[in-house]
Structures are given as C-alpha cells and as structure tokens.
C-alpha cells in the first residue's frame, strides 16, 4: 500500500507539471497511469510532432517535452504506478480516499488530481457483432505471452507495426497464421513489411488483403472467423483471432466516481480546478468549463492553482506563503 | 457564392442534414466546421491525422486532395471504412469544395 499527499490520475504532460507545483508546497505526489510510460498522448500518440505553443520554446518535440518535464520534475521524486488503469475509489475516513487499480495496487491520500486527459487508452475493437463474448476466449487486443499461441491457429488482423512484428514473431510458435488487411499495401517499418512478404511467399502465413474479419463464431471459446473478401465470405477455423488496431482514449472507470460529467469531460470550478466532490480536482484536458481550451499550456496553469487549493484542503489551519523558485530555488525545498 | 465563404453539408450518424457557411479563408478543415456547428465528431488528436476519430464518407463527387499516407495510415486503424472513406480533419476548406457533402462515419 503506498500513501502520499496527491495521487494524480494520469501522467501526461498536465500531471507531469503538477508535481513541480506539488513539490514546491512540499506535497508529494503519486502518479497513476494506463500506459507502461509516462507523457500519454505526447509520448503515445504524437512523440515526434513538435509543438509550438510552450512558453519559452519556439519549438520542442511532444517526446523531449515530456522528457524535460521528467527532469524538472525528478528532484520531487514522485512515485509512479504505470500500465496499471485507476479503477475504484473510496472514502476510508474524513480527508483521505483509497485509491485502487485494475491490478490490485492500492494507493492512500487525502487529494485526488485527475490529470486523464482523453482518458485511458485501449485497443480499438472492431465493430464485430458478439466479439465481446469471446474476449478472453479465443479474442484477444495484445499478445502479453507470445507461448499461449504455440501450436495454435492464428488469425491476425491489421495492417500496422504491431500486427506485422506480431505475424513475424509469431510465426515461428504458431501453427498457422493468416493475416487480414483492408489494404493491399502495408504501412510500418519496410522491414517488417519485406518479412511478411517473404513469409507469405515461402507459404509459412496466409495473407489476405483487401479483406476484413466480419463474423465470429464458438461455443464457449472461438471457433472460426469469418473474412470479407472479393464480396464473398471465407471462413478460417482458428483457436485465436488477434484485432491489432492500434489504441484510442476512453474515459472509463473515471466516469463512474460520481463526479459531474458534460460530453465525456469533468466539471470544474474555475477558482480551483475542484470537482463537486471535495478533495478531488480535475486538470487539463479532462475538464470543461465555460472557455475551456484543451492546450497543454492551460493544464499547466490549472494544475498550479490546484496545488494551491489542495495544500489548504489538507492543511487548513497552516499559512501559505507563496515563493518563487528565482528566490529559493527547488533543491532547499526538497526533504 | 460570397468570396471565401462556401456552402458544405454534414449528415449526422441520424441522417439530418446540416448546411453550413464556411469560409475558407481561415484555414478551417471539415472536423473543425463540425465541431463548430456542435456536431458529434471527436477529433481527438486535434487535426493532425492520428487518431481517426473524425471519420466521414464523403457523398458528393468532389475532386479533393488525395489522402497522404498518414491519412491512409490511420484509416487502417479504423472501422467501416469504405472507399470515400476520408478524415475529416484533412479536408482543408477550398473555393472548389462549394457544395461538398460528407457524412459522418458511425463511431464503433
């Protein structure tokens, strides 16, 4: 069990920053995020786009700014738990919530700041009609142990990195793969996409492209899966159907701690960044309130005048003193 | 047609028709006159063809950019994709795109 001052539910650019702010008030901070890294969006989505609008660089990289955030932010040593999802929350006692994770990590303390951004990332599942029955059965997003699929029959589908490292990978444990793209051509490295080719050509995979999976059917585990192709169907008997579709935000378990929600964002009081319920904060994309601008500039802004707040919600009978850090510096702060 | 102000048609996933005056000298995309006109379109990573999350069919006969490779790339990662399938967010505002008609993929 771990206990802090603030556990920041995501670490995006906006919880990255807070915890500067945090520290500077002396709060420590704990931060909670679904991706195995920490920058979500910057580093996952866009790490090689640069960004124009950070006050002071004329230009930086999303994944340099999330690295310079790392070590601003490093002498605070914050806490991480990362590739776990913010599941539950609840109130053990007047001013302290317990925090649980979809993996059983269990964190304690009296401010929660949802810095979630767009929310968690997940595979994108394809719109097939009763593929959430055999999820876990036969259908699975990400492969976390190459050795469940030996000796298995393989149906991947995708036509991105992940699905063709996955093909190459798996082609020597399955027993049979067949890979399904949309497209005739493949984007992703030109080396994996020459590999798969030779794969196909050398008739260790089956390779079907202008085509997509449609149908699933099974018992209680997956039996077969049907594929679209030339307008006609084709079915392919297999143990596993592999969806790699890449990953989209969905503001999950977030929505259902009773905080006020408009159009898959948290309401705010501007004054602080707090929620309707006390104790619990919301900063950067995740919130809305009237003229709410998703930058990553704003987050910065509204995760310092959160610590503010936070700092008297925890401590309401100690005087804040506000110092700038050209006066005192970071590292006398630090404990 | 005003100079510089078009006339585009958005169907909603309900099959209403919005017709919307865009200007196009503004360096508007179609995501963007969506979202304006409070369209359920998300356009999650902001326009830079990384998200798919403004998916459109486009219905009339338009000559328009051809899709660049992140645009086809992306396309890949989404579903019910057809053949006038296009983001959005790619579809930059023209004098030449007067009466474009796009309608909006389902969300999956």
Redesign the interface.
Known sequence: MHKTDIIIVGAGPCGLFTVFEAGLLKLKCHLVDALPQPGGQLTEIYPKKPIYDIPGFPSILAGDLVTNLMEQIAPFKPEFTLGERAETIEKIDDKMYQLTTNRGTIIQAPVIAIAGGLGCFEPRKPPIEGLDKFEDHGVEYMVKDPEQFRDKDLLIAGGGDSALDWTIELSNIAKSITLVHRRTSFRGALDSVEKVMDLHKAGKIELLTEAQAVDVKGGDHLEEVIVKKDGGLHSRKVDYFIPLFGLSPKLGPIADWGLNINRSAIEVDTLDYSTNVPGIYAIGDVNTYEGKLKLILCGFHEGTLMVQSAFKYIYPDQKLSFKYTTVTGIAGIEN | MEDNVIKVTIIDREGEAHVIEAPTDMNFNMMEIAKAEDLPVEG???G?A????CHCYVESDHELNPPS?DE??M???????EDNSRLSCQLRLNNDMDGLVVKLA?V?
Do not use: N, R, Y
């Open positions: 999650t990573c902001g830079m990384l998200c798919a999350s490779d086809e790339d396309l890949d990662q989404a579903f019910f994709v389902p999956s």
